[in-house]
């Protein structure tokens, strides 16, 4: 991840793994790899029109309270499935989401639809969708 974290819109500092192993532990699943290297480099980053939700840190709760926990445990959208861990938004009401398998979040990003509730593979990892948002700029 360090070779696309200048592709970023944000440079907000990260979290640490402790932080990190806290959300996954609210969230009962753990995140892919990537993700977390991404996140220990830098928490809330943006991309594209898309915001990654920060993971709560405590050093900055005031800028990272509306995190991945509290949005997918408080303001989580009722039709979507129970499976999916929503990362990030765009704003629109659609969701960038992760799916869980044996409490494991998979490697591959999924846009969810909030007006269909339709779920469609946007990459097969975090870096290739930071990489795909670079190469249409």
Aim: charged content about 35%; overall charge negative.
């Amino acid at each position: 991840m360090e070779d696309v974290i200048n592709l970023l819109d944000s440079r907000k500092p990260g979290v640490t793994e402790k932080d990190i192993i806290s959300a996954e532990k609210e969230l009962d699943a753990v995140f892919p790899a990537e993700y977390k290297e991404l996140f220990k480099k830098t928490n809330n980053a943006e991309v594209g029109e898309w915001t990654l939700f920060p993971i709560k840190d405590p050093k900055n709760i005031k800028r990272t309270w509306d995190d991945v926990v509290r949005q997918n445990k408080e303001a989580r959208d009722e039709g979507m499935a129970g499976d999916l861990v929503t990362i990030g938004e765009d704003g629109t009401g659609d969701k960038l989401c992760y799916r869980i398998v044996d409490q494991a979040m998979e490697d591959q990003v999924y846009l969810w639809n909030h007006e269909s509730g339709e779920l469609e593979e946007m990459a097969s990892s975090l870096k290739e969708f930071i990489l795909s948002y670079s190469e249409v700029d």
